[in-house]
């Protein structure tokens, strides 16, 4: 039979006490409670756990023993359900965030200020990779939740729809595409095009709107760095699809153009991903709301 902390807690009382009657008291209980739940522990353990000294009790080698274990044991008790009632009114915890690395660079720096001011006393921390990477570290319980571009995910994993992103087709200043004034998609069939990484939302996007369409562009590369993609494209050798914020400069100096489409923009869905038991702590669902807030916004965050 494991320790009674019950039984341990009137035995812990009557010590510090130094009586049954006010070990009663505190506990709100009787006093002959008190004495048959020390009698339960000194006959279970075989020992004394206090004598009487005149009027008063004392504690046997026994006793003394367990009381020291018993107050460090309620010591610890107490401060764990402190610690407890700070996580419930964010006096304290942590948040472990994953997104991908357009918006670990244009979006959460201003979501992380706002965050941060209202609830100073949480930590956060903030993780960026491709949208599968992102989801895998919720899945592992690396991240509490992370904002990926949409993908499929397993039955475990919460999803709230975030906000949609554009994705503009570009090409270099002295490609043929630059100098007309919309292209259709069957316009792409058979051109050069670089992609981002395997699991990057954005190439999910791009493949899965190309096999609507039936086209079939040449792909000629796959890159994780859109610096390295926007100097490809710049240099005529491809197409490319990217966040227009990631190009802001070089569409400012006319190394790349932007190329609208007939058939209407390309569009990235993306959602906050979560576990169930995630959404349990305060803290997580604190950044929640803060992301929630900043759903609509405008990209204001972004740099000029």
């Keep these: 039979m494991l320790l009674n902390l019950n039984q341990l807690r009137v035995f812990y009382m009557a010590a510090r006490e130094g009586t049954y009657h006010r070990a009663a008291e505190v506990l709100h209980i009787t006093q002959p409670a008190v004495s048959q739940n020390i009698k339960s522990l000194e006959t279970y353990y075989g020992v004394g756990l206090f004598h009487k000294v005149g009027r008063?009790?004392?504690?046997?080698?026994a006793g003394g023993i367990l009381f020291e274990y018993a107050e460090r044991i309620f010591e610890e008790a107490e401060q764990a359900e402190q610690a407890i009632r700070e996580l419930g009114s964010l006096a304290r915890g942590e948040v472990r965030v994953g997104t991908t690395?357009?918006?670990?660079?244009?979006?959460?720096?201003?979501?992380?200020?706002?965050?941060?001011?209202?609830?100073?006393?949480?930590?956060?921390?903030?993780?960026?990779?491709?949208?599968?990477?992102?989801?895998?570290?919720?899945?592992s319980h690396r991240n509490h939740l992370a904002v990926v571009g949409r993908m499929d995910y397993s039955s475990r994993?919460?999803?709230?729809?975030?906000?949609?992103?554009?994705?503009?087709?570009?090409?270099?200043?002295?490609?043929?595409?630059?100098?007309?004034?919309?292209?259709?998609?069957?316009?792409?069939?058979?051109?050069?095009?670089?992609?981002?990484?395997?699991?990057?939302?954005?190439?999910?996007?791009?493949?899965?709107?190309?096999?609507?369409?039936?086209?079939?562009?040449?792909?000629?590369?796959?890159?994780?760095?859109?610096?390295?993609?926007?100097?490809?494209?710049?240099?005529?050798?491809?197409?490319?699809?990217?966040?227009?914020?990631?190009?802001?400069e070089e569409l400012g100096a006319g190394k790349l153009v932007p190329v609208p489409l007939a058939e209407g923009e390309l569009t990235l869905e993306t959602d906050i991903i979560f576990l169930a038991d995630a959404y349990k702590s305060p803290p997580v669902r604190a950044f929640l709301k803060v992301l929630e807030e900043s759903a609509t916004a405008a990209w204001s965050v972004l740099p000029a």
């Design 157 to 248: 994993t919460r999803t709230q729809h975030y906000r949609r992103v554009v994705l503009t087709l570009v090409v270099g200043a002295a490609h043929p595409f630059a100098h007309r004034g919309d292209v259709r998609w069957a316009d792409l069939e058979g051109q050069p095009l670089i992609v981002r990484e395997s699991g990057s939302g954005s190439r999910r996007a791009v493949t899965a709107r190309l096999a609507k369409e039936g086209v079939m562009p040449k792909i000629v590369m796959e890159s994780g760095s859109v610096d390295f993609i926007k100097r490809y494209v710049a240099e005529g050798r491809s197409l490319a699809f990217l966040y227009e914020p990631d190009m802001r």
């Design 56 to 61: 008063s009790m004392e504690l046997t080698h």
């Design 101 to 139: 690395k357009i918006f670990a660079r244009y979006l959460m720096p201003s979501i992380m200020t706002a965050f941060c001011e209202r609830y100073p006393a949480i930590s956060v921390g903030l993780d960026e990779g491709s949208s599968e990477e992102m989801v895998r570290s919720v899945e």
